[in-house]
Structure formats: C-alpha cells, structure tokens
C-alpha cells in the first residue's frame, strides 16, 4: 500500500464483502469505477474466485451493497474476522486483526453460493433460451443464471440445490442434467447430437419424400384442387399419409408446442406447428367439406407445403447439427490432451491404473513418448518434454530432478520418474479445460440487443400473422369479386409464422463466441469471458510493462563501481545481507553476483530491515543504516550521485545504488536482455491500430535505450505502481480503451484498472484467476495474436446479427404480402420453410469461417530481431 493510500486507510473503514457472480479483475474494475463516482478517494482490491471485496472508504455498507447490486452482482453481507483468517490461512498470509477491526457491522453469514453447469435439452430457438433463463432466474436461491443455445447448457450460480433447478427446468417443458465431469459431458452431448443428427436427416427424408412428388405434381400442371368425389378420396388418402409423416417426422414440434402453451411460453416449435397444422387442417376441410364453406376458387390444398416444411426445417437442423459440432473442437483437442491411463510405481512393482485414480504425492513414471498424466515434480530421470499443446512452444523443454511437468505434454526419448502434485480439476490442464469452457458459454455485451428482441419476438410473430390474416380479411370485403382472397390469407399467415422463427438470432452470438474463444486457446490465449473477447477488440492503447513484459525477467549484474572507501568484500556482504530479504526483481541478481565476494568474508548481522516500495530496501547492519535502491531512493536521502561512472559504455543497464546515510558506496550496473519476438509484437500492435505506452520503475537511461530498441515512441520510467494505475487511468479519461499487459501480481492495480488485463507467462492460478486474459506462454506476440482473434470474432458476430435481423425484416413483411400490389406474387409457405431453415445454417456456416481464420503476422526480420 502506499502513502497515500495509508492515509486514506486510516481516515476511512474497511469493509470486506461476500460478493457473489465476479469472475475477474474485469468485474473488479467495474465495481471499483462505480464506487469511486461517489468515493473518489476509495479503494477497492477484489478476489472474484474467494467472492471478496475490500473497499476502504467514507461510504457505509447499504451504499456499497447497492452499488455492487447496480454492478450486476450480488452482496451477502460481510466476512467474519474467523473466515478471513481462514482465507488467509490458506493462502500463507497473516490476518491483519486492526484492519478487520475497522469492519462495521461484521456479520457471520456464510456465503454457500454453488456455480452450477447443466445441459439442457429441448432448446430449438432464442425463445426456448429466454424461457429457460427465465424458469432458472426465478428459482429460489439464484443469483446469475447464462443459457447458451450453441452448447445447449446453463451456468447458474445459486444457493440453492441443483435439484431445485432441475425441476424448474422441467416445468418450463425442457429438461436438464447436472454436468460433473467437462470430458464425459462433451462425449455425451456428440453422442446426443449425432442421434439427433441421424434422427433429424431421417424426419426430412420422411418429409421430403412425400413433399417433393406432391410439390412436382402441381408444378407439372397437376390440379391441386378438389372439384369431384374422386378428387376427395385420392387427397384424403394423401391427407392421412401427409398426418402420419407429421406425427412421425414432426411429432418433435408439436410436442414441443404443446409444452410452451401449457408453461405460457411461446417458442419456434409453436410457430412450425401452428403453420403446418393451419395447411394440413384446411387441406383437410377442403377434402372433407368443400362445397359446405368455401367458395370454388378457395379449394387449394396444401398438403405439399405442410409436409415439405416439415422436411425441410428438419433438414436445415440437421445441417446446423453437423456444422455446430465442429465449433467445439478447440476443446475437444483440450480434452484429448488427457491420457486415460498411467504407470503407478509403488516400491518395486509397477502396475497400469486410471488417470482419475492417481492421488498426490503417488510416484508415477512416463516412458518414451508418453503424455504426463497429471502436474508433478520430477524426482529421478533426464528428458526432454514437448510442452507446444499447452504453451505454444515448439523447442522440447529438458527435465530433470526437481523440473516441474504438466499434464498433457509429450515425453521425449527418455524415462521420467516423477511425484504428482495436482491431479483431477487441479491440473493446469483442466483449469485451462474448465476455464475454456466456461468462456465458451459466457455471452459479449453486443448479446443484449438480440437477447431483448428473441424474448418477444415469437409473441411478436404471432401478433403479426393474426394482423396479416386480418389485414386479407378485410381486403376481401372491399373486392367482393375476388374470392382466392381466403386461400391468400391463409398461404401469408402460414407463410409469416414458418419464416420468422428466431433461430438465426439464438445463434448468432454464442456460435461465434464459441468458436472465437476457442481459437485463442489454440494460440495460448485463455480468455474469461465474453465481455472480455468483445472488450479486447475494442482496444485502442496497449500498456507494456518492461521487466518480464518487454525483457526476460531474468537480469544479470554485468559491472559495478565502488567509491574510494568502500571495500569489495564488505559491499558484497552488505548486499548479500539485504538482498536476502528482499523480493524485488533485481534481488537474485545481485545476491547471484555478489555470492562470492561475501563467502570470503564472514557475514554481518542484519539488524534491522524494510523494503521501501517501488524505491528498494533499507538495512541497519552494525549499527548503522544502509540503502539499496534506484536513483529516486538517493535522491530521497539526499545522497550524491556524483561517482565515476562507465556510462556511456552501459546505457542500457539498469543502476542499482548502495549507500549509507551520507555517502554513496557502489553502483551496480543490470542488463536485462531483451526478449526475442519483441519487435515483431510491437509493429503486429501498430499495424492494428494500437498506441503502445511502456510504463517502467526503472530509470529514464534503461527506458529510452529499450523503448528505442523495440520501436516504442511512447515511454515513461521511474514509476511507483500507484504511478502506473494513475497512467492507465489518465489514459481512460482521455477516451482510450487501454489494455494493459504485465505479469499479473506486481502490476496488479494497473491491471485490474485497465479495461482488458493481459497476465504474461501464466500457469498460475493466481493469474489465471485475475486477468481478464491469460497467455499460457511469455510471447508477447500473444496478446497480438489474441487481440487479432478477438476482432474477428466481433466482425463475424456483426455479420451474423446483422444477417439475422435483415433476414427476419425482410422475410416477414414479404411473407405478408406487402409486395402482392406491385407484382401479384406471394410467397409460397414451402419458400418460407427452406428460407427459414437456411438462415440458421448460414449463420452457422459464416461463424465457422473463424476456424480457418490465420494470424498475420509482421514480416519482420529475425536477425534484425536478435541484435
């Protein structure tokens, strides 16, 4: 915490809320931006996965609460000093007892919110979705409730049991099931989708084979008329044939149908079946009572059309089947990453067991060219593993004792004998698995506009085709003469009720999104969610910390300068002596470098020490004080930097200062190399548009020789953390929409304040848990990479929105006629119902595009890169 934050932290409360349904730092940023509009002095740190929120500020728990509720989450009052001790426990950390004591109000209430995932069967269209979303918001206990109509599942998030959910599923006439294992429900959902695959190719065939001779026959010159008593024997004999194919290739619809009327509901099976049952029952009228109530000219009968757009609708779902089951293949890869099976070593004895019966701490060994089963540390044995499914590298990566290993990479040519550490859900593997997943059924905020039109939209139909039947009606009573008048008004009713059915605009988003997210993960992207894929493509600066960002991270001390009174020996034990308490970057640097001058000496006390934040360290070793730090802690202290210097020869280093209270002793001089692939990120980031800013602690020297060496114009060094939230904040109030990219814990508040958070170098699952984006592996290109992804998949989600709703404003007013005056011509509901079915694999088929979709990359030069 810095100074000013510590001021504030004394003059206001600290209140640490349960705050259930934030997933990440996004959703922090969030609540943070609220709060601050009426607390500008607040501050807010947030750990979505523990469901805490702690917010110091002048404002009480009501307000807060109710600006968290506005943020679209849910308060369940405030931790108890034993449960943050308890939280805190588990992680290592000590519980500050005197910040606690400032909560007001501190409740016991525990927060028993479970998240839950279902599949969920019966969907046909966006309507089904609302109406299960709906059932599910209104169960007891629910606090978020997502229905994915792509994947046919439901995330909820309740305190409620899964029964409870279950059933309210089930009274809204669908059905669902509690998913446990994400391997096991993917097989189950491809087993049920090509069942209903076959299922739905056969009901066509069904519909079809009667549809098309019948569709032929009339365009041929045969009568579709009833004009004597053989023509009703024969076409009632069609009309039982045509109700049997109905019921069998049908029976789907009208089931469903019946459903959504008895629940109150209004779906795309209501509309199939009220169009095809008002052909089939006045086709059937027109054979069994012609000369009773219609006029000669209203005698057409339209079998044809009722089974044909039975066939056809039928066809095009079944075409969408075979499309959208290739929209999950980026996790079904993940998945396949997963060995079945593992060597158990147990003393002598060896024996084969199932991955999901491995324990921690069991020894297992991997042989020649086998997957690792689960994440473990290796104790015996040389290879080198392939690490490319998970990291993206290609290079094979050496292992030895002590060399970590995760599940799912490939073996080289030698044996391993390694101690598993994280099986099950633990793994890297399944967080990545889960995490996919997850995203995959999260909906972007550009979902709402089609969310709000699909949940009145079949109502909406329905009211339309009363209004163009009325509309006919009347028509006929100002030209008495015309009696076809009737069969017009009822080949436009049917014809608006087949043709407006909302399928396209269910699947427009999630179908992309699906798609998109799973791309990412290919290139080693991990994104949350869907507001983060949509926010990604929206940016417009791209933040670059330095030290691990830009760098590698791994620094080395290449020269140091002593004053005259100071000794080598002795400096290297004064540095060695505070460097072993400190944590900053440079620390095992300079202890590495230092490592043999002290062990000649014997090692001084260390009688005092603090770490100076975002300054360096402070140590008081003999009585007396010593700093190590930048050259803004000298300047602090007022000590004189006036030392012969190589300067010229070490631009590029970073300088390390040691001094005492007066006096400066030693510089040290810290090169950290750039990493490779750099430039060629930097120019991907321009060459889309993006202003790239490098916010840096390090001194101006270092930062304008790196931001020099990798083409950034724009740099700003010798910041403090707080300095670099302030940047990206400034940043934001000039309009930007700033991605910031770091590593995930010491940029932490910059991170959560930008609107995009990019963790570099992952695998942790603190970083997977706070950025909005996690890039399993170091390359910068990365985030480029994902950056690319997540604009292609909003201009294919805007294609197919944009396509959904023409479709349906043109398809609509034409099916009713409106062109009738100018041209005399109707759509024919047989149209109607290929028009509609070919919508929903059109939008399937565009959505699909994004899985040939290829980075491009800058052609920049490799050699040039390594100089």
Request: net charge negative; with cysteine.
């Amino acid at each position: 915490m810095t100074q000013t934050d510590s001021k504030i932290a004394d003059q206001n409360a600290v209140l640490t809320l349960k705050v259930t349904g934030m997933s990440c730092q996004g959703c922090v940023s969030k609540v943070r931006k609220l709060i601050q509009e009426k607390s500008p002095e607040a501050i807010i740190e947030g750990m979505p996965k523990e469901h805490k929120l702690a917010v110091t500020s002048d404002l009480d728990l009501a307000t807060i609460e109710a600006i968290v509720q506005e943020a679209g989450y849910h308060s369940v009052g405030l931790f108890s000093f034993d449960e943050l001790a308890h939280s805190n426990s588990r992680k290592g950390v000590d519980t500050d007892k005197e910040l606690i004591g400032k909560q007001q109000g501190s409740s016991d209430k525990v927060d028993d919110s479970v998240n839950y995932q279902f599949s969920i069967g019966g969907m046909t269209c966006a309507g089904c979705v609302n109406t299960v979303q709906k059932a599910l918001l209104n169960s007891e206990g629910v606090i978020s409730a997502d229905v994915n109509f792509a994947s046919h599942t439901a995330q909820v998030v309740t305190k409620g049991s899964s029964d409870a959910l279950i059933k309210a599923v089930e009274n809204s006439g669908y059905h669902a099931n509690l998913i446990l294992d994400a391997e096991k429900n993917e097989e189950e959902r491809g087993e049920r989708e090509l069942a209903e695959y076959r299922y739905k190719r056969r009901s066509s065939a069904l519909g079809l084979g009667l549809g098309v001779p019948l569709m032929l026959y009339g365009l041929l010159g045969g009568s579709m008329m009833v004009s004597s008593l053989t023509d009703r024997v024969v076409w009632f004999v069609v009309g039982v044939a045509s109700l049997l194919i109905m019921v069998s290739a049908g029976k789907h619809y009208f089931r469903g149908a019946w459903k959504a009327f008895i629940s109150h509901q209004a779906n795309m099976d209501l509309l199939i079946a009220l169009g095809t049952g008002s052909a089939w029952l006045y086709s059937m009228l027109v054979v069994l009572a012609p000369m009773t109530w219609l006029p000669d000219n209203t005698r057409h009968l339209y079998f044809e059309a009722a089974v044909m757009i039975i066939g056809l609708i039928n066809l095009g779902q079944a075409l969408e089947l075979r499309a959208r089951r290739k929209t999950s293949q980026a996790l079904h890869r993940l998945l396949d990453l997963r060995p079945k099976m593992a060597t158990l070593v147990d003393g002598d004895t060896e024996s084969l067991i199932n991955v999901s019966d491995i324990k921690v701490n069991d020894i297992l060994r991997v042989r020649s060219g086998d997957k690792i089963p689960v994440d473990g540390e290796v104790i015996e044995g040389l290879s080198t593993v392939n690490e490319s499914m998970l990291t993206g590298e290609a290079a094979p990566i050496e292992k030895s004792s002590g060399s970590l290993l995760s599940a799912g990479t490939v073996n080289g040519q030698g044996s391993l004998l390694f101690k598993a550490t994280r099986v099950g859900s633990e793994t890297l593997l399944a967080q990545i698995i889960t995490m996919v997943g997850k995203a995959q059924n999260s909906k972007p905020p550009i979902s709402v506009l089609a969310d709000k039109v699909s949940s009145i939209f079949v109502p909406s139909v329905v009211i339309i085709a009363i209004m163009t039947a009325l509309a006919w009606f009347n028509l006929s009573i100002f030209d008495v003469g015309n009696d076809s008048v009737f069969s017009y008004m009822l080949v436009t009713t049917i014809s608006v009720l087949i043709i407006a059915c909302p399928c396209a605009l269910g699947l427009a988003t999630p179908i992309s999104t699906m798609i998109g997210i799973g791309k990412a993960a290919e290139y080693g992207g991990l994104i949350r969610n869907g507001e983060a894929l949509q926010r990604a493509s929206e940016l417009t600066v791209v933040v670059l910390d330095k030290t691990g960002t830009i760098t590698e991270g791994k620094p080395k001390v290449v020269n140091e300068t002593l004053s005259e009174q100071a000794h080598k020996g002795f400096v290297a034990q004064v540095v060695s002596s505070l460097e072993a308490r400190a944590n900053h970057p440079l620390a095992d640097a300079l202890s590495e470098y230092c490592q043999a001058d002290a062990a000649e000496k014997e090692s001084v006390a260390l009688d005092e020490f603090e770490s100076l934040v975002g300054l360096g360290v402070k140590g008081r070793i003999e009585g007396k004080t010593y700093y190590l730090g930048n050259e803004r802690l000298m300047k602090e202290k007022g000590v004189s930097l006036d030392l012969n210097t190589p300067d010229r020869q070490y631009n590029t280093a970073t300088r390390v200062y040691l001094s005492d209270d007066t006096a400066l002793l030693a510089v040290f001089y810290v090169e950290d190399s750039i990493k490779q692939g750099v430039k060629t990120a930097i120019s991907n980031f321009k060459e889309q548009g993006l202003k790239v800013v490098m916010l840096t602690g390090d001194n101006p020297e270092t930062a304008a020789s790196v931001a020099n060496t990798v083409g950034i114009e724009d740099y700003h060094a010798q910041l403090m953390p707080d300095d670099k939230l302030n940047w990206v904040k400034k940043l934001q109030a000039q309009g930007e929409v700033v991605g910031m990219i770091g590593d995930g814990i010491n940029d932490a508040p910059a991170l959560a304040q930008a609107d995009v958070g990019f963790a570099m170098g992952a695998g942790t699952d603190v970083a997977m848990e706070s950025a909005d984006i996690t890039l399993i592996h170091n390359d910068l290109n990365g985030v480029a990479d994902v950056i690319q992804i997540s604009s292609a998949t909003l201009r294919n989600i805007k294609q197919n929105l944009w396509g959904a709703f023409t479709y349906n404003s043109l398809g609509i007013p034409i099916a009713a006629g409106i062109l009738f005056p100018f041209t005399g011509w109707l759509l024919s509901p047989v149209i109607a119902g290929a028009a509609m079915a070919l919508s929903s694999v059109t939008v399937v088929t565009n959505a699909n595009r994004l899985r040939l979709f290829r980075i491009s990359r800058s052609n920049q030069n490799s050699a040039e890169e390594d100089k």
